[in-house]
């Protein structure tokens, strides 16, 4: 029998493929951009079929309609990484949280969590028969190798992305679902002048020829707008979204000089809008990796001069990073944040950095504290952090001792919050 063949063979509906799926089933499903959308809403549309389904996946986009109270019991959702439609199940108890970090997630499937039904997105096949993961690569082809069963939503709009372990082929997959929508895109975000002000303050340490990682977000499109006149800048990152596409056209990001996968633009999911889906579908300079080799520190070292740029929420005097919690509240997860972090610091030239507002709450709070809330998790060590930004400067903590680095985050805080910052320092290292 030939792929094609095959193909049709394997060819379902949503309803006929989750009768796959039984009560007490570990289900893994593509996260982010490439949740597959028809699947979740068919499964929440058929609930009383089920009993007790675990469904791990990260970051998704959409509505997630089997997280909703009514789908309680049928469905439990498992996760290293909280998103807004899926924080409300962990508060109500009906989710449970796995601390991990984001290159771990592929050696925890079918350990930790079983796998038994892997429900992935996928591109239409090529010539040979083999679809690619669209944009969620990361543990999708170590979902579906561990799985019992592959489900395989075949969207029309899903780009077609290349890297070797980024496809699976038509045989491997038990049922084929065709579908056709939008994949969800998220919004170009506000840039004011707070983050403009970080984002050239972040520019000021990156340098012609650096290799960059990035989140999304605010913070991560002003470093954007700021590089206009960097020359030959690279891309090595878990993700990367539309202000990475106008630096191409711009010509200042070519990944000509990277050490590692020179030329190519090397992620492992990507989330924005129509417009980086665009950029990405057949383009054979952006390569997708699985997040384990992405996202290893020692891959990531073997880019010299890499710059690793990452958000939190609060960091206290001492320089520890809280990045996923509000206190015992978890708010998001590790991610990759650690990872990059640990990469910069094995890359020969390479530095990271914590950007962040110096306030929140709308200014009625500092993220610079004295000490940081009470049951929060210190997602990256005070050890590991080089630099921390926020609109009033930079404040070096790699190689400082204590009284340095309180003395130097003081002085990036926001000025409403010095006068206590500093009698909190003067309480443990005497006057400033």
């Known amino acids: 029998m030939n792929w094609k063949e095959t193909y049709k063979s394997r060819i379902a509906k949503s309803e006929k493929a989750i009768k796959a799926i039984k009560d007490g089933d570990y289900v893994v499903f593509s996260e ?5 959308q028809l699947i979740a809403k068919t499964l929440a549309e058929h609930k009383d079929d089920y009993r007790d389904v675990k469904i791990y996946h990260m970051l998704t986009l959409g509505d997630a309609p089997y997280l909703k109270p009514e789908c309680y019991g049928h469905f439990r959702h498992i996760t290293n990484f909280v998103g807004g439609n899926s924080r409300q199940a962990l508060l109500d108890q009906q989710a449970d949280f796995i601390p991990c970090y984001f290159k771990d997630v592929p050696a925890m499937l079918g350990e930790a969590f079983p796998v038994d039904v892997a429900v992935v997105s996928v591109s239409h ?17 170590a979902a579906t190798k561990k799985a019992k069963v592959v489900i395989a939503e ?23 679902v065709p579908c056709a929508y939008r994949l969800p895109e998220i919004p170009n975000p506000v840039i004011g002048e707070v983050e403009k002000s970080i984002g050239k303050n972040c520019a000021t340490l990156i340098k012609d020829g650096d290799t960059l990682q990035l989140g999304i977000g605010a913070i991560p499109d002003a470093v954007l707008l700021s590089l206009n006149d960097k020359k030959d800048l690279g891309i090595h990152t878990e993700m990367f979204s539309d202000g990475v596409v106008d630096l191409v056209e711009a010509g200042v990001i070519t990944n000509k ?50 710059v690793s740029i990452n958000s939190c929420i609060e960091v206290d005097l001492m320089g520890q990073v809280v990045s996923e919690t509000l206190g015992l509240k978890q708010f998001s997860g590790t991610g990759g944040q650690v990872d990059f972090v640990r990469g910069a610091a094995l890359s020969k030239g390479g530095i990271s950095i914590m950007a962040m507002p110096s306030t929140a709450a ?17 997602t990256t060590p005070r050890n590991d952090v080089d630099y921390v930004v926020t609109e009033y400067g930079i404040a070096k903590m790699k190689g400082k001792s204590l009284r340095e680095r309180a003395q130097n985050l003081i002085s990036i805080a926001h000025p409403d919050f010095r006068e ?13």
């Not at 096949?125 to 082809?141: L, R, W």
């Not at 709308?362 to 210190?378: D, H, M, N, Q």
């Not at 500093?422 to 290292?429: A, D, G, I, L, V």
């Open 154 to 176: 075949m969207n029309e709009m899903t780009p077609f992305t290349f890297g070797p372990e980024n496809k699976i082929h038509v045989s491997e997959i038990d049922y084929i």
């Open 257 to 306: 000089k990277k050490n590692l996968h020179k030329g190519k633009f090397v992620s492992t999911f990507i989330m924005g809008t129509r417009k980086v889906y665009d950029f990405i579908d057949n383009n054979p300079s952006v390569a997708l990796y699985p997040v384990d080799y992405v996202n290893d520190p020692w891959v990531i070292g073997q880019n010299d001069n890499l």
């Open 32 to 36: 982010t951009a490439g949740v597959p």
């Open 420 to 432: 206590g910052l500093t009698k909190e320092f003067e309480s443990r290292f005497g006057t400033i």
């Open 125 to 141: 096949p090529d010539m040979d028969g083999f679809c690619s993961f669209g944009v969620s690569c990361d543990y999708a082809k």
């Open 362 to 378: 709308k200014g009625k709070a500092s993220r610079i504290v004295p000490f940081l809330a009470e049951g929060a998790a210190v």
